[in-house]
């Protein structure tokens, strides 16, 4: 069972059995284990969160308002602690050495470009050592992730000492002062004494402060002992788990690894190189349990090269209702810069289960999550088709010709391309209107303050209202929802094409009691901003 699944399940049974009597807890319990058993969780890791579980629970005679959200979530949160964090943090001012090893098609090379982007986006200076002179093609393919994440590298095609590399690069980088030498290391198939030996005298030459062992999340719970063999051998100092994007095995393996011990310090979700983010245990659980991760936007936010006094200008506008074309273009940019668009709706909280509802009845994977996405393409190109007096436009156009201009440079239909002037022209009306009435951060602000007391009781910090259960006004809101929808074209669709219900509705709006930082227009501001903009392209294509 891949994770997105996992956390439906878990959702759904804390939903179902909302009792307080024993029987309703062990169910709620015992289904949850089954989800866990089919996302590959051991039986052992299992039976330790059941117990727990239903001693908090039942076994509680101390506590006479048990809240079985909390504990499942607190249990949850405890399964996938290694309970040490990663010791390693990069220090300023000196060359700091991470040499990266695992095995092979583990997605060691993948993830070097996605630490030395992540590391380089926030300032340091990286450069890459391909010490894997095993594979045919490694340099190369280290060569060519360097070149897409602006980092320079080291490495040759004559010598085959992986030993001699290794020295040579980091002396190479060391000379230039770089901050982060990253060392890529060769891997095999399986473990053995040739690849233990070969990372030894590596490590012996480049003295590394950090060792990274690169495991992919696919191999389950077989991820415990592959942890634990590299950890005795190379004394590894944190992990990165890959392809926690729909892996089978992703439950197994973050929990085998906790179980084991070591520290995870990053999980890498995707292809693309922002598909990797740090790991903590309540993010991560927050997230699977489509609560948002609220720290994780933070960091991302604060790494993007966001112009921020032009965010919070254009943020300010728009929430008085006084905004262009322009000020509409600077908000996507700055979502655009924080990462994978989709990975990035998944981190506000009370968004998730509102991305996975279904968009077109007749074909699954297009979800409000997909089609936002492709949506929030064709408006970045249709913005930026637009000249300059066009984006800074107080009046609306629709001028055919401009419009076809438009179409003709962007690539999208002239229809759409029209829709989108109408949305916006709509949009600002409606703004302007509530401008008069305090703005959109007025209305924010009366939406969610109800959320603030609601929301999942006894939520760790930071984690969002659980969608669905906040204390919202729901008729105030619908009344809000409403007003906010006229005129603009494409409300997401819940099953069978049919518009959300109360429920839906009140999942897609609860922003929870989680503060945005600087910039991002705090009480709602990006996250509402987002679910608004998604409609402006239209709907279900
Ligand atoms: N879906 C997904 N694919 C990934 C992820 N990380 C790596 N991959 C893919 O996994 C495959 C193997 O990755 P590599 O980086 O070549 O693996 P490697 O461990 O360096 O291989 P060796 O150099 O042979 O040891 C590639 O197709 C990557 O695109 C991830 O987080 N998600």
């Not at 729909?246 to 439950?251: D, M, N, R």
Request: some cysteine.
């Amino acid at each position: 069972m891949v994770l997105t699944e996992l956390g439906t399940k878990i959702i759904e049974s804390l939903k179902k059995n909302q009792g307080a009597k024993p029987e309703h807890y062990i169910e709620t319990t015992t289904q949850i284990c089954k989800a866990l058993e089919e996302a590959n969780v051991s039986t052992d890791i299992i039976k330790i969160f059941k117990r727990n579980v239903l001693k908090k629970s039942i076994g509680s005679k101390k506590d006479t308002k048990i809240n079985m959200q909390k504990i499942v979530v607190n249990e949850l949160i405890e399964m996938l602690d290694p309970k040490t964090k990663p010791a390693f943090h990069p220090i300023r001012g000196r060359s700091n050495i991470i040499m990266f090893v695992g095995l092979q098609g583990a997605g060691k090379t993948t993830t070097i470009g996605k630490y030395a982007n992540y590391y380089r986006k926030r300032g340091w200076t990286v450069g890459l050592v391909c010490a894997d002179t095993f594979r045919a093609g490694a340099f190369d393919q280290l060569k060519q992730n360097a070149v897409k994440v602006h980092v320079p590298f080291y490495g040759s095609y004559e010598e085959k000492d992986p030993v001699k590399v290794a020295s040579n690069g980091v002396s190479h980088f060391k000379s230039k002062a770089f901050e982060i030498i990253i060392v890529d290391t060769s891997g095999r198939h399986r473990q053995e004494k040739a690849l233990f030996d070969e990372m030894a005298n590596i490590r012996k030459v480049v003295k590394p402060h950090e060792i990274v062992f690169t495991l992919d999340a696919t191999i389950g719970q077989a991820a415990f002992d592959q942890a634990k063999a590299f950890q005795q051998e190379v004394d590894i100092g944190s992990c990165v788990i890959t392809k926690m994007d729909g892996a089978q095995g992703g439950g197994g393996a973050l929990s085998a690894v906790a179980a084991s011990g070591s520290p995870i310090s990053f999980i890498g979700d995707g292809e693309k190189f922002d598909d990797f983010k740090k790991f903590s245990a309540e993010g991560f659980v927050s997230q699977l349990l489509g609560m948002g991760d609220i720290h994780g936007l933070i960091e991302r936010f604060e790494a993007s090269a966001i112009d921020e006094k032009q965010l919070i200008k254009s943020t300010t506008k728009m929430m008085e209702g006084d905004f262009t074309l322009r000020d509409l273009k600077t908000q996507l940019e700055a979502l655009s810069g924080m990462g994978s668009f989709s990975k990035i709706l998944e981190m506000i909280p009370g968004m998730q289960e509102m991305l996975n509802i279904r968009a077109n009845p007749d074909d699954p994977t297009q979800t409000v999550s997909s089609q936002m996405t492709y949506k929030f393409a064709q408006m970045d190109r249709v913005l930026k088709s637009m000249s300059k007096p066009e984006l800074d436009s107080k009046t609306v156009f629709t001028e055919e010709s401009r419009i076809k201009r438009i179409a003709h440079g962007s690539g999208i239909k002239q229809e759409d391309v029209t829709q989108f002037m109408h949305s916006f022209k709509a949009m600002m009306a409606m703004f302007k209107k509530m401008g008069k009435n305090g703005g959109l951060m007025q209305m924010m602000k009366q939406m969610t303050s109800g959320a603030a007391g609601g929301g999942m009781p006894g939520m760790p910090k930071g984690m969002g209202g659980m969608p669905g259960m906040g204390g919202m006004d729901p008729a105030a809101m619908m009344a809000q929802m409403q007003q906010m929808m006229g005129g603009m074209g494409g409300m997401p669709r819940g099953k069978g094409g049919k518009m959300p219900n109360m429920a839906q509705m009140q999942q897609m709006l609860a922003s929870g009691q989680a503060k945005m930082p600087k910039g991002m227009g705090g009480g709602g501001g990006l996250g509402g901003m987002m679910k608004m903009l998604g409609s402006m392209m239209g709907g279900g294509k």
